[in-house]
Nanobody
Framework: QVQLVESGGGLVQPGDSLRLSCAASRFAFQNYALSWVRQPPGKGVEWVSTINHHGVKSYSDSVKGRFTISRDNSNNLLYLQMNSLKPEDTAVYYC?????RGQGTQVTVSS
């Protein structure tokens, strides 16, 4: 069974940066596309970014230019570097691979 464990969330001020990590196990990590999604309070899950197995990246318009997705296939790690954070980025952030999703990490952006 695929296991995904996110970390790195926290409480930050607008304009700050955070880097989220996702540790993956129990599957051939390097062969799969990986994504970050988020769920703002009281709202549904929304897609943030995807990196495919070739390293091609895509971003939602709301984070393009501020967030950077990356992967370390040697260590089965997925990252999301988040810069210039805004209050509207407040959400639980999840990493996904196929139908598997981690437990999430809370990001709160507030002054």
């Amino acid at each position: 069974q695929v296991q995904l464990v996110e970390s790195g969330g926290g409480l930050v001020q607008p304009g700050d940066s955070l880097r989220l990590s996702c540790a993956a196990s129990r599957f051939a990590f390097q062969n799969y596309a990986l994504s970050w999604v988020r769920q703002p309070p009281g709202k549904g899950v929304e897609w943030v970014s995807t990196i495919n197995h070739h390293g091609v990246k895509s971003y939602s318009d709301s984070v393009k230019g501020r967030f950077t997705i990356s992967r370390d296939n040697s260590n089965n790690l997925l990252y999301l570097q988040m810069n210039s954070l805004k209050p509207e980025d407040t959400a639980v952030y999840y990493c996904e691979s196929g139908s598997s999703r981690g437990q999430g990490t809370q990001v709160t952006v507030s002054s």
